[in-house]
Nanobody, 122 residues
Framework: QVQLVESGGGLVQAGGSLSLSCAAS????????MAWFRQAPGKEREFVAA????????FYADSVKGRFTISRDNAKNTVYAQMKSLKPEDTAVYYC???????????????WGQGTQVTVSS
């Protein structure tokens, strides 16, 4: 079992930056691929970014490519999202997710955090 807890959400002006963290329980963190998803009000949950077990491979939705960076520190059982040049359309609840298999861009992940709100003002 893996428990995920996101932090770092908040209010930021358009064009600003924000960093999210996701702390995972357990000693097998490095065996999971990790991802960030987001869900805006009235919208489906959508893929944002993912990172492989060792951190050697990253994947991004086209909407955030070049602006968001996903990284992980397996020694700290933590995955990060560094977000820059934020836009109002980035406003959403951001969720951390873990999967015990290869990276996918669907919601087919095994474990989910509770989410953290990111609001980008105009």
């Amino acid at each position: 079992q893996v428990q995920l807890v996101e932090s770092g959400g908040g209010l930021v002006q358009a064009g600003g930056s924000l960093s999210l963290s996701c702390a995972a329980s357990g000693r097998t963190f490095s065996t999971y691929v990790m991802a960030w998803f987001r869900q805006a009000p009235g919208k489906e949950r959508e893929f944002v970014a993912a990172i492989t077990r060792s951190g050697g491979g990253t994947f991004y939705a086209d909407s955030v490519k070049g602006r968001f960076t996903i990284s992980r520190d397996n020694a700290k059982n933590t995955v990060y999202a560094q977000m820059k040049s934020l836009k109002p359309e980035d406003t959403a609840v951001y969720y951390c997710a873990a999967r015990a298999n290869a990276v996918v861009v669907t919601t087919a992940y095994d474990y989910w955090g509770q989410g953290t709100q990111v609001t980008v003002s105009s």
